[in-house]
């Protein structure tokens, strides 16, 4: 550099980069899961209700964008679907004549349903009747939860409402579903009927148009709704999980879990920039000399090359010209060495628990593995009990009510394959032949009113009662939960590894 020349500073930005693994949903999700709320809140019903379409009082889409972002949230909703009505039905038969009438099969329509009713606090089941018997079954399926809203049709009668189902991705069009029972008598409403003939008869006539039997002036004056889109053939079939938020739809149980599901993710978030970032330098970098803006762009070049996944930690040498007295290279560190010490692990355990902890479920079948000597009391024998007792058993019985006052009313068959339309009984989907021992000698958990088979089918109460309360792990011993509890070390049967004292003589 000549003598007088003026010196130059040059300065490397290099910004630490963020790779979004949340798509955004992180950001004040509680508050968007529940940004639909305040639509849905209404006068109490002798103050009328309000007419037109009731919001839902979630976002349905981001709940459901939410368990593909924690791996707790999302065991807890596999369990529960899959321990509720994932076993299917003790009647056999339900299945045999609901099988040929769906897409797929019965089995299917009830898995989705039960994911839509502890994602979304319901689940919405379509029902679709021939044109020869108007209450003859001929489709079962499936509706996407986030595609249905109620649409309450006049203001002075909150019993009047039907169901709006939009089309997939918003391309096809938007149908009018009737509640269970109501498909004729919503027609009656809206003036689809059949022309009657100057002899007082329909037969043989075209559909009335739809604007035929309405009056304007009555339907401003009754606060009547007009209908979204054509009226199908069909009903639905609608399981909430009861709330006081609203008196058409449902509210999941886990909400609470939402402020740590998203503290999870901001922490993985953390963890996921610092390592995809390890290169970023965390420290201040002087060089003093004449010689350094000879190689100014190489250095640049080299501490960028710290970029992204499997560049943390990498060695670069280089040479800078000149003696080292024209020299001087001085580092001040800024950034911590590691993310060790964060608590990353004792916080993600911690949450792990409170998110299980809202959904209601233990923490074994959440596959949390808990510190300390686990087993010891049976705890997840006692947490599965529990379990059905509390949260999964309250399910089945919901699903079981409504299928049986629906599928299981009189007057509705069901169309088959070949022969005769088959009928089923609310008694079968309630379960009421259930007995304690199946005629093969295997167990059943029994509960009035629950007809689905449960994750404690093959344990007597006795054995459930025995396993509650012994104080040694079931795993390991020779005892058989059927014979009840040890009155002494003299009890234990031989052979057990266990014993300690011969078995007490035969009197």
């Given at each position: ?7 130059e500073?040059?300065v ?29 809140v ?6 009328g ?7 839902h009082?979630?976002?349905k889409?981001v709940?459901?964008?939410l ?21 299917g ?9 609901l ?5 797929f099969h ?50 002075d ?11 997939e ?9 009737a ?5 004729a008598?919503?027609k ?5 009927g ?7 008869s ?15 002036n009555?339907?401003v ?14 009903e ?26 998203e ?26 000399g ?27 040498a ?12 001085q ?44 087993g ?18 309250q ?34 989907f309630l ?15 029994v509960?009035p009113?629950?007809?689905f ?14 396993l509650?309360?012994?104080?040694e ?5 020779a005892?058989n ?27």
């Amino acid at each position: 550099m000549a003598d007088g020349a003026e010196a130059e500073m040059k300065v490397i930005s290099s910004y630490r980069t963020s790779q979004d693994i949340h798509g955004g949903a992180g950001s004040k999700l509680f508050v968007i899961l529940k940004k639909a709320v305040a639509d849905s809140v209404r006068t109490p019903t002798n103050a009328g209700v309000g007419v037109g379409m009731k919001s839902h009082l979630m976002d349905k889409m981001v709940a459901r964008e939410l368990r593909d972002f924690n791996a707790t949230h999302a065991i807890c909703l596999d369990a529960k679907k899959a321990a509720s009505v994932g076993l299917g039905h003790r009647e056999q038969k339900i299945h045999e004549v609901l099988d040929p009438l769906c897409r797929f099969h019965w089995q299917d329509v009830l898995d989705a349903s039960a994911e839509d009713y502890w994602e979304g606090g319901e689940c919405f089941i379509e029902v679709a009747f021939g044109d020869e018997d108007p209450r003859k079954v001929t489709f079962l399926g499936h509706l996407d939860a986030s595609q249905v809203h109620v649409e309450i049709e006049n203001e002075d009668d909150s019993e009047l409402y039907h169901y709006i189902v939009d089309g997939e991705g918003g391309e096809s069009q938007t149908r009018v579903m009737a509640k269970w029972g109501d498909l004729a008598a919503l027609k009656a409403r809206f003036g689809i009927g059949v022309q009657p003939q100057p002899d007082g008869s329909a037969e043989g006539a075209d559909p009335i148009p739809l604007v035929a039997l309405r009056n304007a002036n009555e339907v401003v004056r009754t606060g009547t709704t007009a209908l979204a889109g054509e009226i199908v053939d069909s009903e639905v079939i609608h399981i909430r999980q009861s709330t006081n938020r609203s008196r058409y739809y449902g509210y999941p149980d886990y909400m609470s879990a939402v402020p740590s599901i998203e503290l999870v993710q901001v922490m993985t978030q953390f963890e996921f920039d610092f390592f995809f970032n390890r290169g970023v330098p965390e420290f201040m970098l002087f060089l003093l000399g004449k010689n350094i803006g000879q190689c100014w762009d190489k250095i640049e070049a080299m501490i960028k090359a710290g970029h992204g996944p499997g560049n943390s930690h990498k060695t670069a040498a280089l040479h800078i010209p000149g003696s080292p007295e024209e020299t001087k290279v001085q580092i001040e560190r800024l950034g911590i060495d590691g993310s060790a010490d964060n608590g990353f692990a004792e916080k993600s355990a911690l949450l792990d628990m409170r998110i299980a902890t809202a959904h209601g479920m233990p923490p074994q079948l959440a596959n949390i593995a808990l510190p300390g000597k686990i087993g010891a009391a049976n705890e997840g024998p006692n947490a599965m009990l529990t379990f059905q007792q509390r949260k999964l058993g309250q399910c089945q019985k919901n699903f079981s009510r409504m299928l049986a006052v629906t599928l299981g009313a009189k007057g509705i068959t069901f169309a088959q394959p070949e022969g005769a339309a088959a009928k089923l009984s609310a008694d079968q989907f309630l379960g009421k032949g259930a007995k304690p021992m199946t005629d093969d000698g295997v167990p059943q958990f029994v509960q009035p009113g629950n007809g689905f088979n449960t994750i404690l089918d093959g344990m007597t109460l006795g054995a459930a009662n025995t396993l509650a309360s012994m104080r040694e792990p079931i795993a390991g011993s020779a005892r058989n939960p059927e014979d009840g509890l040890l009155g002494g070390a003299r009890d234990r049967p031989a052979g057990d590894p266990r014993s300690t004292r011969r078995p007490a003589a035969a009197s």
